[in-house]
């Protein structure tokens, strides 16, 4: 009996039912988990990140007329009658236009057209810049401004309230940006999860085709 085929000791024989029946549910497991990535029938709160977006678009749009009305003011002309901050700032060194110059062009650049290419291209990498120069600017006047509030700075220059209020804003319009920024980041990331939870968010398609040289046709086939 040499030529009998040999069986292994550790050979398991599964009943065809049993197998149909583990199949069925591994089927069932595996549908109902797709059912859930692409049910398009579930709820959503009023305040979706959709609506969020939204939101934030229009708080951006504020911010850039609230940020420019605000260099406009201080740049305004310098009068006896009606004297400008800038006249303000320049009673200390030199530092301090240099600041206002900087941040000035930052919420140019980061800001206002950093943050309106993140929101239009749902990129929040673009966010980066603003985020990282508006947190630097916190920090620094913030140490400025502790040394010079421990030596009474306002109320040895005579400070008005317009100056008290601009550097109010060197703390406020920051940190405003700063937050905005990280607003938008995770909104855009929530975004992208519920346009593909509600069909909104199409995968790309390709399209492959296949020709046959010999009698000349084509078959394509398409790849979601």
Known sequence: ????????????????????????????????NSGRRIDNTQ???????????RLLKIIFVLMCLVDIMHWAYLLRDDTNENPNSWRFYKKFKSFDLYYLVARMFAD???????????????KPLLTLPCT?????FLLIRAAVWSVRSYNRVLEKT??????????????????IWALLSFLIVHTTRR??????????????????TVKNDD?????QIEIA
Not at 108 to 122: E, N, P
Not at 215 to 219: G, I, K, L, R, Y
Request: proline content about 7%; glycine content about 6%; hydrophobic content about 40%.
């Open 1 to 32: 009996m040499s030529n009998s085929p040999r069986i292994p000791r550790n050979l398991s024989v599964r009943a065809k039912d049993q197998q149909g029946v583990q199949n069925n549910q591994e089927a069932n497991e595996e549908g109902g």
């Open 215 to 219: 009698n000349d046709e084509s078959v």
């Open 108 to 122: 140019i650049f980061t800001c206002v057209l950093g943050l309106g290419a993140a929101m239009w291209t749902r």
């Open 191 to 208: 975004l992208r999860c519920y346009e593909q939870l509600h069909g909104y968010a199409r995968p790309p398609i390709i399209v492959l």
């Open 43 to 53: 709820s959503w709160p009023f305040f979706n990140p959709s609506t969020r977006f």
């Open 158 to 175: 005579h400070a008005t309230n317009e100056d008290k209020l601009f550097v109010i804003c060197e703390f406020a319009l920051p940190a």
């Open 132 to 136: 990282t120069i508006q947190l630097l």
